[in-house]
């Protein structure tokens, strides 16, 4: 019995007016001939809309609600064809549905046919229905994130899906949101490209989060020219680390600069995971002109509700050396303090309180923030060191305990304060150093301390550093800190 059609590229040099005749005597004769297809393929074609509209009757009919394989990728389609073939899908699903024969439709491809927001809007409503599908392939169809946030809830009632292509539309910051919330129902997806979709920092910490919550059978990840910055880019590395399936991973293109880069390497390298890396050869270095980037967003998306995922940018960057007086008001409001003991002229010790709200012990920069604090203060005094040691121990314990704490934008934030790495916002850094590598030196010894920090920070140090230079005692006691087993 036929049961592929594979018709792709077959209407090469046929004017445009004669491919839907064509395309009306292939169904009729599909039909006569009795047969049940499991793929029809079309690729190629550039029938636009009015060939969707001649072979319509087809895909409505008893012959394609066997279909398993749809593939229509670049027949310039555009709104008014997936709206058609949308409708066409529907139908079929309904009439299937109702002969107790329901569609088994498994691989849709519909790339390059500018489907825009409503055409994919109008699909994503066949494939609710449909409920079977395990591949789909959207690329370069002009959709940002109104449409794909239609996608995504359609994804998440076909729980087979293992593949979703949707290379080249514009996520940006809410469509990438919808989509990490959906990849949750989705434990059997071995394969995502998102690749040049704009997703952005916002985005890449959402799906981080989405790969350390679950998708155990994931295979490739493309979050390449996404406009990810290193920050984002390591929250994706640390949620694949210990992803024993995973076999390709693609940040190429991002704005990770070139520690960033270096970064990457050194966490996946010493989870022996280096050769799943793609090439980051194109990446554009840090990004400056974020808040530009989150500008067009608003424009794009109109105005947004605050999200629980934020561009490491978008946090408040605040002096370590603030007023302590603030500090002091917030611990009389309900957050935990500890004092401690600061070195001066006149008095040999004072105390200082250093205060972190409870709520907060999960944000890393607030912790970071915390940290230097404490630090600056460090003198080789034992009573001031072993006070500062305890305060340390007892902020970073719970911390790296908290399960919304994010690791590597906490050491990324001290690296920054510390004058180790570029910031895309005008940050001071610390004048002296000394106290917190010092304190680093004891931290790194610590049960609690996560030895996947430790090649990162390690690269930083090693790195040629003019502030460094000025303290290399104790940069030497950090370096074979981070070295013990």
């Known amino acids: 019995m036929f049961q592929q059609a594979q018709w792709s590229d077959m209407f090469t040099g046929r004017l445009r ?64 064809g997936g709206k ?28 390059r046919n500018r489907l825009e ?48 292509n949707l290379n080249d539309n514009s996520f940006t910051k809410r469509g990438a949101l919808s989509m990490a919330e959906a990849l949750k129902d989705l434990q059997d997806v071995n394969v995502i490209n998102f690749g040049d979709c704009l997703v952005r920092s916002a985005g890449a910490f959402a799906f981080a989060k989405t790969l350390t919550e679950g998708l155990p059978k994931i295979k490739e990840i493309n979050l390449s020219y996404g406009e990810i910055n290193h920050i ?57 002109d974020d808040d530009d980037y989150e500008e067009e967003d608003e424009q794009e998306e109109e105005e947004e509700d605050d999200e629980d995922y934020e561009d490491a940018e978008d946090d408040d960057e605040e002096d370590v050396e603030e007023d302590y007086d603030e500090d002091k008001e917030r611990a009389d409001n309900g957050t935990d303090s500890c004092k401690v003991p600061e070195e001066t002229e006149r008095e040999p010790v004072k105390t200082v309180v250093v205060t972190t709200p409870r709520d907060d012990v999960g944000n890393a920069s607030q912790v970071a923030d915390t940290f230097l604090r404490i630090t600056s203060v460090y003198n080789l005094a034992e009573n001031v060191s072993c006070a500062v040691f305890k305060t ?40 002296s150093l000394e106290g917190p590598l010092l ?47």
């Open 392 to 431: 340390t121990d007892s902020l970073l314990t719970k911390a790296f305990q908290h399960t919304e704490f994010q690791q590597d934008l906490f050491v990324s934030h001290l690296l920054v304060h510390l004058g180790l790495l570029k910031s895309e916002t005008s940050v001071r850094p610390m004048s």
């Open 439 to 485: 304190v680093l030196a004891h931290v790194a010894s610590q049960p609690y301390f996560p030895h996947s920090l430790q090649p990162i920070l390690t690269a930083f140090l090693a790195k040629p550093n003019q502030r460094l230079e000025k303290h290399k005692d104790a940069c030497h006691k950090l370096m074979q800190a981070l070295q013990k087993p």
């Open 117 to 164: 927001n409503d055409g994919a809007t109008a699909l994503a409503e066949a494939f609710k229905m449909i409920g079977t599908l395990e591949e789909v392939h959207m690329p370069q169809n002009g959709i940002n994130h109104a449409g794909i946030a239609a996608l995504a809830k359609a994804f998440s009632r076909n729980p087979a899906l293992r593949t979703i």
């Open 17 to 80: 007016s004669e491919i839907p005749l064509a395309l009306e005597s292939l169904g009729h004769a599909v039909l006569t001939a009795g047969a049940m297809l499991t793929e029809l393929d079309l690729s190629d074609n550039a029938f636009g809309p009015d060939g969707v509209r001649a072979f319509r009757f087809l895909l409505c009919s008893t012959a394609c609600r066997s279909l398993m394989t749809l593939r229509l990728n670049n027949c310039g389609l555009g709104i008014g």
């Open 232 to 288: 984002a880019a390591m929250a994706v590395v640390r949620a694949v680390e210990k992803t024993d399936s995973l076999e390709k991973l693609d940040l190429n293109g991002n704005c990770l600069g070139m520690e960033g880069c270096k970064m990457v390497r050194g966490a996946l390298q010493v989870k022996n995971k280096l050769e799943v890396l793609a090439s980051l050869s194109d990446d554009e270095g840090t990004d400056d």
């Open 84 to 111: 058609i073939l949308a409708e066409a899908l529907l139908e079929c699903q309904r009439e299937a549905k109702a002969a107790n024969q329901p569609m088994v439709l498994r691989v849709f491809v519909a790339g």
